[in-house]
Structure formats: C-alpha cells, structure tokens
C-alpha cells in the first residue's frame, strides 16, 4: 500500500472577479481536471456545494469555490477558490495541486493591471504599422502580472503569439503559476522551464524559421544568446537582435563577440536614474515584510557592491535609521561610499568584525560573501541578495561549514555555522523582491518594460544605429526618441496625477 497524505492539504486562491467569472474560471479547471490522465473521475456534491475529484489512485480532492469569510479584509469582488487533498497519495497530492494552481487571471484582474500599465498597454497606439509582425520573439522576463500586459503588447505590436516563447526563470514569485497559466491557456504561447532552456530555444527557433522568420531575444539575465554561442552556434543566426535588461545579462554577454545587435536597456541612463532606486525599496520592503518582527532602527547593516542598486539600498536602509556600511572591491566606488557618509573599510573581514552587522545585503552581481565572513556576524543576522538566480553568497560553503541547516519555509534557509552564529539566509539566497512577491509597483516598472518593447521594434525594423554589439548611446537616444520617458513625465511628474487619469 502506497503512503498518504496526512492530514488533509488545503490550497486557496483569491480570485478578483465578478460572479459570472469565477464560475467560468472554477468550471474550466474542473473540466481540465476531468480530463487529465491524474484523475479517474469528477462529481459534483451538492450537499457541500463542491466538486469531488477521484484520483489515479484512489485519492480524493474536493475542489468549492468559497467567499471570504471575512469580507472586509480581502480586496472588493473576492472569490476564494480552495481545494482540499483529503486523501491521496504524495504523488496523487503533486498532480492534484499542479493542476489547481495553474490558474489564468481573470478579465477584471487583467484589466487592473493593463490600468496600472498605461505606457507598455499602449504601446500600438505610439506604432500603430504592427512593426513586430516579421519576427519571433524568445523572452525570459519575470513572471509576474506585468509581464503579462508586456506579451499583450508585443501581440498587439505584430507578433504572431505562435511565434512566442517564454522561458520561465522558476522564480516563487508571488503569482508565478497564474502567470503561467494564463500565457499557456489564454494565449496559447509556449512556455518552457529554465531547466529545460536549451530544448525551449531549439522548439522556438524550428517554429518561427518555419513561418520564414527570424527573432528577437527580449531577455532579463542573459539566459538565451550566450546558451545559443556556446551550445547551438550553428543557430545564431536567427536572431536579429538582443534586448537586455539586467546588468547580470551584460555581464554573461560582456566576454561574448556578439553577431547580433544589443539593445542595452540594462545600461541605458533611465534603468541607472530611475529604476535603481525602485528595486532597492522593493528589495528592502520584502525584507521587512518577511521579517515583520525585526526591529532595524539602529542595528548595523552592511551593503556589498556600491553599484546602481547597492548605492540606492545602502541610502534606503540609512534612511530607515540603519547604521550603514558599505563595501566594493572596485576602490572608486568605495571612495565614493565614503564620501557620501557611509562608513567603509578594507578587507571585508575587517569591516564585518569591526561593524558586525545584523543585516546584509548583497548587490555585487557576483559571490561577493562567503563563510569566513559569515562566521564574524552577530547571532541571528540574515543575509539578503538582490542579485540574480543565488549568485551572491557562497550557499555550498555555508552548508558545508555548518552543523544543522534548516529550511525556514518562505523566509529561507537558516545556517548554524561550526563554532560561529547561526544566519538566516532570506529567500534560500534568490532576490529578494522577487521572493513570493512582485517587486516594482506595476506603476513603476511601467517605464523598463515599455523600454524593452521599444528596443524589439528598433531591432526588429532594422534601425541603422544599432551594430553588433552593445548600442548603449543609440539605446539611449531611441529611448529618448520614442517617447516613453517623457510620458512617463507626464504621468508622474508635477503635472501629473500619479497615472490615475
Ligand atoms: N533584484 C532585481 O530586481 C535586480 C534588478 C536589476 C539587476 N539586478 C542584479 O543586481 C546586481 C547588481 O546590479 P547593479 O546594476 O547595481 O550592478 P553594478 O555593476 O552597477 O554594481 C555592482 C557593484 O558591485 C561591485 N562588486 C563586484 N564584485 C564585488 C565583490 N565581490 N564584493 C563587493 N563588491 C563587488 C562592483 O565594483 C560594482 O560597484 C546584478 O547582478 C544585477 O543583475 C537585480
């Protein structure tokens, strides 16, 4: 006899929607589940006002789409959809929640967050001749809500979604799974795990070179155009061009001799001038909203890389009343730490016993604190990345220099180093605005997005300024040409209304 489940596993879901929508939406993950292999049956039990779901095996999941109890507390038009594993195998309990959590939004969630978009919702209104029709397009952008408006637009813009791929960077962010359900049943639009990236770019190149067409990389990362140099050159080709978003990207292209036009939103004057100072404030809420408890005000903490976004963390935590260190390897820029009042030193082990901080966080893009260091921190200090994938801090040498590591759940993994403190390392490490949450405010991160959409109709239309290579003056002056920032202006600037109409 295979083992159980015990006790009962409950998921719920909080769906925005009108009445008629979240019927629609409940029925329509019956009927796929009705129709999956995982499951032998499904009935509807009109006593408990819920659907029974048979399983493979003999498990049994009950699926009710409920109200809040509590009304006041949940946002306007709240429908709770739970279902319950009530028996079943592990297996059975895999399959059942799989299918449960892939969840498309709903029109009014959508239509939210297209209201809270206003300039990549609108982009075919600022190119109305459908320039990216002759292309493909392969992304690897965020799964989050926002992303979603950004793939409308790119259809709207001229892409065939049978030409689109999406490569998901399996990130827990805070929706990651609607997010994917909702490219896969309500766009019909391939999406293929990180895990499987190299299988993903082959899929998507066979599909698109087949419609006589070539692509753009529309990246946050450098996941793709490296992959595609180093393991199927033969297909660079392609690709017409390169959209980045993120300095991690640069440097995995940074070493490459690129045969494709980059696009460098990732280097452009608005991510540096504008964004920075957002992700650091998302990077810096989650924190504290994982560690509701913690009292900051006054403790040390320690910032490491004083870069675009480390500059802007190190002034976000001093201005909640942290005592703020910093440290770079590159001598400018710890110079300029300096004189901007933050206090520094050198080497690191030095400044980490002298300041012993309770905090830090890690913005250096590279493994940048190991567990020589972490052995001269403070019991219960936490360690937080905003770099990307868990690049920053040396995970392998903290376990392996540890007597228990313990898996915290959503805040983390906790290391009890041999002979030092234990530390918490936020977020197993991942970044941390990422982390079962959706950084920027869809407001905010607005203005990147519809950047990346403008560098996909540049490259797609040819644009003569951009050469192999990085383009990052042309990036900026297509930037400044199109538009967007000055919108952006107007939106939010002093004669704004803060993009409420
Ligand atoms: N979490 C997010 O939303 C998000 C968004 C954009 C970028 N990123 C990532 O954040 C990281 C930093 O981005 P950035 O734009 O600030 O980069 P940046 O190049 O402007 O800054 C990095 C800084 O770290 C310093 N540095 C490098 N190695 C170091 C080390 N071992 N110790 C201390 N300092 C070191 C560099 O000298 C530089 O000053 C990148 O990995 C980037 O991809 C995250």
């Known amino acids: 006899m295979s083992a159980s489940v015990q006790p009962p596993v409950a998921h719920a879901v909080d769906v925005v929607a009108s009445e008629g929508e979240a019927r629609h939406l409940a029925g329509e993950l019956v009927a796929r589940l009705a129709v999956s292999p995982d499951v032998r049956g499904m009935q509807w039990d009109e006593g408990a006002a819920s659907w029974l779901c048979t399983l493979a095996a003999g498990g049994r999941g009950r699926i009710t789409l409920a109200a809040p109890a509590d009304p006041a507390s949940a946002a306007q038009h709240t429908h709770r959809l739970v279902a319950v594993l009530e028996q079943g195998t592990p297996a059975e309990a895999e399959a059942f929640f799989r299918a449960v959590r892939h969840l498309p939004f709903t029109a009014t969630e959508i239509a939210a967050a297209v209201a809270e978009l206003p300039l990549t919702s609108r982009l075919a209104e600022r190119w109305p001749h459908k320039p990216l029709a002759p292309v493909g397009v392969l992304l690897t952008i965020h799964h989050m809500r926002d992303f979603l408006v950004l793939v409308d637009s790119l259809i709207a813009l001229g892409v065939d979604p049978a030409h689109m791929t999406v490569i998901d960077k399996e990130y827990p962010y805070a929706h990651t799974h609607r997010v994917d359900a909702h490219l896969v049943y309500r766009r019909g639009i391939a999406v293929w795990r990180y895990r499987d990236l190299l299988e993903g770019i082959e899929d998507h190149i066979g599909r698109v070179a087949a419609a006589g067409k070539r692509s753009v990389i529309m990246d946050d990362g450098g996941y793709v155009l490296p992959a595609v140099l180093r393991d199927l050159p033969a297909h660079a080709g392609h690709f017409t061009g390169l959209v980045e978003q993120t300095t991690s990207g640069i440097r995995k292209v940074d070493g490459l001799e690129l045969p494709v036009p980059l696009f460098s939103v990732a280097e452009s004057d608005m991510k540096a001038m504008i964004e920075s100072y957002g992700i650091a404030d998302a990077a810096v809420r989650n924190t504290l909203r994982l560690l509701p408890e913690e009292k900051f005000e006054g403790q040390p903490a320690l910032v490491l890389g004083f870069g675009r976004i480390g500059r802007e963390v190190a002034r976000v935590l001093a201005g909640r009343r942290m005592r703020v260190a910093v440290f770079d390897t590159d001598i400018t820029r710890l110079v300029a730490a300096h004189e901007e009042g ?97 950084s920027l405010p869809n407001r905010y991160v607005d203005l990147v997005l519809a950047a990346l959409a403008a560098g996909a109709v540049a490259l797609s239309g040819g644009d003569e300024r951009l050469r192999p290579g990085h383009n990052v003056a042309a990036t900026n002056a297509i930037l400044a040409e199109s538009g967007i920032v000055d919108d952006y202006y107007r939106l939010y600037g002093p004669a704004g209304g803060g993009g409420r109409g």
């Open 342 to 438: 933050f206090l520094t030193g050198r080497p690191l082990t030095d400044l980490v016993s002298a300041h012993r901080p309770r905090l830090v966080i890690g913005c250096a893009g590279s493994r940048s604190f190991g567990v020589e260091q972490s052995r001269l921190l403070p019991s219960n200090a936490f360690l937080v990345s905003t770099t990307s994938r868990n690049f920053e801090f040396a995970l392998e040498e903290l376990r392996q220099g540890s007597t228990a590591v313990t898996d915290r759940g959503v805040l983390g993994t906790s290391y009890r180093l041999a002979g030092g403190p234990e530390v918490l390392v936020l977020g197993h490490g991942m970044p941390i605005n990422f982390h079962y949450a959706e």
